[in-house]
């Protein structure tokens, strides 16, 4: 903190990411900003939406007789949201928004009958748990570009609206999608819901 | 990026019926036809040019509004070559476009300096950018 940095002002989209819970994220001192994360990682495809990365805290007030305002303010709740809009309308994604365990049917073209991808939805209790992730960029005050990333350790997915079918809007078909995370006791105390990470400088 | 008048073109060339009409005197990027072209002894033509527009939030797609002038010697085969071209993009998709919609309807005009009669219409086009 100090004195005010223009670089650290970051305008930026952001990719998002899914893999198994538990994957190891990608190294933030070797995996450049663009460079595909490995592993188990995959992209998110297109979005047609911002992706939007929200914090909530529920908080408590302690107050005694003798002060009048509270003297003590605990957390007692918190929340940790993703949200965007899918622009790629696939079995893939829609059994990711709504956190479908189930695999995805896909069979492939033969002679004389066509290609195809098969979901559902209905009637499963369980839903489907994924570490998630986004990156977007920083550029530093000499112009080099480094990722800022976000991991979330474990969270479910939710179709988070409407999916619009329309010849006679100016707009096209997306899949709304909210990510909440869940807490992973197996990280350390104060980031057990989500990292941060941002690289500041290239490595000498 | 994709060229979006080339596909907007190659689509409207692919039409048989608006072809019929003005054969292959479909000139993009441009507000009027070109320098010599006579409608008495080529036909109708149309022109067309991106007035606007912007891309989807990925740049995934191509959004443009697209303004079409459609020439012809009367006002009558002006408005016929202009419901061709609302036959040929109005919700069409296809090899070259993914998307079209009517932005403004046509309105019969003419040109000041030739007197040439063409209807003025509007449409939004979404191409694929790559």
Known sequence: ?204 | MKDELLAIRNHLLSKPVLAALVDTHVFAGRNVPPPGYSLRDSGPCITFKVRGGLTDYEDALLEPSIQFKCYAETELLAQEVYRALFDALQTAHGAYLLHAQLEQAGQQLEEPETQWPFILTFYKVFVRST
């Open chain 1, 1 to 204: 903190m100090g004195t005010p940095v223009v670089a650290n002002i970051v305008k930026s989209g952001a990719w998002l990411y899914q893999a198994p819970v538990g994957e190891t994220i990608p190294a933030i001192t070797t995996v450049g900003y663009g460079v595909a994360w490995g592993g188990n990682w995959v992209r998110v495809g297109y979005t047609k939406e911002a992706l939007k990365c929200k914090y909530e805290g529920r908080e408590t007030d302690i107050s005694v007789e003798e002060h009048l305002s509270p003297i003590r303010r605990w957390r007692i709740e918190e929340t940790a949201t993703l949200e965007t809009v899918l622009a790629e309308l696939t079995a893939t994604y829609l059994q990711l928004a709504a956190s479908e365990a189930k695999a995805v049917t896909t069979v492939a073209a033969g002679a004389g009958t066509a290609g195809y991808e098969r979901t559902g939805l209905g009637d499963e209790v369980v839903l489907a748990e994924h570490a998630w992730g986004f990156e977007g960029l920083y550029l530093s005050s000499t112009g080099s570009e480094f990722p800022v990333r976000v991991y979330i350790w474990k969270g479910t997915a939710v179709i988070n609206g409407e999916l619009e079918f329309s010849k006679k809007s100016d707009d096209y078909v997306g899949i709304p999608l909210q990510i909440k995370a869940l807490c992973d006791p197996t990280q350390t105390e104060g980031e057990r819901i989500l990292r941060f990470d941002r690289v500041t400088a290239a490595a000498l």
